[in-house]
T-cell receptor
Framework: DGGITQSPKYLFRKEGQNVTLSCEQN?????MYWYRQDPGQGLRLIYY???????QKGDIAEGYSVSREKKESFPLTVTSAQKNPTAFYLC?????????????FGPGTRLLVL | AQSVTQPDIHITVSEGASLELRCNYS??????LFWYVQSPGQGLQLLLK??????LVQGIKGFEAEFKRSQSSFNLRKPSVHWSDAAEYFC??????????????FGTGTRLTIIP
């Protein structure tokens, strides 16, 4: 079955700690995205990548970092500089094209601060 | 800049009744429009999308949406809701950024509650 997997489902972060959220897809999609979801605010774009070894900041990139070394993988690191990391994090992927392609979403990771 | 407004934060509907969720967008060019649904603690699932052509779009689970350019709207409808439709619904507009990348802007969502 093709799809997007995110792990872990729940993640706990201590003060001053960096944590990494995993996102893997086997859809052969070139583009991948990270969103943050907070109650009442919808989804906000953190980072996106249109191709391997290239990525761009989204609307709320401060305190986050990403890498894109493989087409299938787009891990997100929440650094200690992100002062309010508690949220639901969603990864998505799509085939970039001339027309807007559908973004397919993973099941999400909920990050909580201890 | 592009934006999406979902004016209803929460809607309650009786099972079997009809449903309409509102979505208004702001975008200078021809929009690409999407409706997604999210069950609690889950990812988003695409219900339907509009790129061009027929302004009435059919989606999964019996949903449809109508694109009205004159009103900048893309409202989601279902003639008869089922208890399993209880979820949060997001409208989104797709666009090409200044750097040529494809991006989505989401509305803040409408939470749908179904009562017996």
């Amino acid at each position: 079955d093709g799809g997007i997997t995110q792990s872990p489902k729940y993640l706990f972060r201590k003060e001053g700690q960096n944590v990494t959220l995993s996102c893997e897809q086997n859809l052969n999609h070139d583009a991948m995205y990270w969103y943050r979801q907070d109650p009442g605010q919808g989804l906000r774009l953190i980072y996106y990548s249109q191709i391997v070894n290239d990525f761009q900041k989204g609307d709320i990139a401060e305190g986050y970092s990403v890498s894109r070394e493989k087409k299938e993988s787009f891990p997100l690191t929440v650094t200690s500089a992100q002062k309010n990391p508690t949220a639901f994090y969603l990864c998505a992927s799509s085939r970039p094209g001339v027309y807007q392609e559908t973004q397919y979403f993973g099941p999400g990771t909920r990050l909580l601060v201890l | 800049a592009q934006s999406v407004t979902q004016p209803d934060i929460h809607i309650t509907v009786s099972e079997g009744a009809s449903l309409e969720l509102r979505c208004n967008y702001s975008y200078g060019a021809t929009p690409y429009l999407f409706w997604y649904v999210q069950s609690p603690g889950q990812g988003l699932q695409l219900l339907l999308k509009y790129f061009s052509g027929d302004t009435l779009v059919q989606g999964i689970k019996g949903f449809e949406a109508e694109f009205k350019r004159s009103q900048s709207s893309f409202n989601l409808r279902k003639p008869s809701v089922h208890w399993s439709d209880a979820a949060e619904y997001f409208c989104a507009v797709g666009f090409i950024s200044n750097f040529g990348n494809e991006k989505l802007t989401f509305g803040t969502g409408t939470r749908l509650t179904i009562i017996p």
